[in-house]
């Protein structure tokens, strides 16, 4: 089945500074790639997704890139804010197949003012 | 809209006593999926229904649990009886179509089992 790692755990960045998550997917068929986020007491929230039949995809300040050659896919935030603190989450899927969402570990982002 | 509803937001039992999480997906959503959540490992689909109809349950870690959705506007997940490695959070969360993988989080449910 799929299997999708996620770096970093833990991300340290100045306000105004850009912030790169990356993950790394192992199902070639998997061609839906979203990421989430969570903020502390709630529920994942959808924040951007990509199909494998483009390569990148801008919303505002928040951009994600895929790979698909080398199976991997990266989420990009610009100008960060302290509102954008939270719990990211990366996650694959196949639409033709189980079309199960399969989660990375997540990566706990903190922007310091 | 109100988005997915999930009661009780917070439940502290005893081990060995049954638990019923339960869940009211976003109207119109054809698919719901049970989630539980720990530090160790993370999200992790427990099952997943179509039209009120279970299509996988592979996640679902033990007979202990068991989920039902007698109708399109709830769902609930049960754990009988409770033990302390089953305390996680637990998350539902619907999509408008089994064809489109956008899924809409509830808030979730704490659960501790003492």
């Known amino acids: 089945g799929e299997n999708v790692e996620q770096h970093p755990s833990t991300l340290s960045v100045q306000e105004g500074d850009s912030a790169v998550i990356k993950c790394t997917y192992s199902?070639?068929?998997?061609?839906?790639f979203p990421w989430y986020k969570q903020e502390l007491g709630k529920g994942p929230q959808l924040i951007i997704d990509i199909r494998s039949n483009v390569g990148e995809k801008k919303d505002q300040r928040i951009a994600v890139t895929l790979n698909k050659t080398a199976k991997h896919f990266s989420l990009h935030i610009t100008e960060t804010q302290p509102e954008d603190s939270a719990v990211y989450f990366c996650a694959a899927s196949n639409s033709q197949g189980a079309q199960k969402l399969v989660f990375g570990q997540g990566t706990r982002l903190t922007i310091n003012p | 809209d109100a988005g997915v509803i999930q009661s009780p937001r917070h439940e502290v039992t005893e081990m060995g006593q049954e638990v019923t999480l339960r869940c009211k997906p976003i109207s119109g959503h054809n698919s719901l999926f049970w989630y539980r959540q720990t530090m160790m490992r993370g999200l992790e689909l427990l099952i997943y229904?179509?039209?009120?109809?279970?299509?996988?349950d592979s996640g679902m870690p033990e007979d202990r649990f068991s989920a039902k959705m007698p109708n399109a506007s709830f769902s609930t997940l049960k754990i009988q009886p409770s033990e302390p490695r089953d305390s996680a959070v637990y998350f539902c969360?619907?999509?408008?179509?089994?064809?489109?993988?956008?899924?809409?989080f509830g808030p979730g449910t704490r659960l501790l089992v003492l």
């Open positions: 229904f179509n039209n009120n109809v279970p299509i996988d």
């Open positions: 969360a619907s999509s408008p179509d089994r064809g489109l993988e956008t899924q809409y």
């Open positions: 199902d070639s068929a998997s061609n839906y």
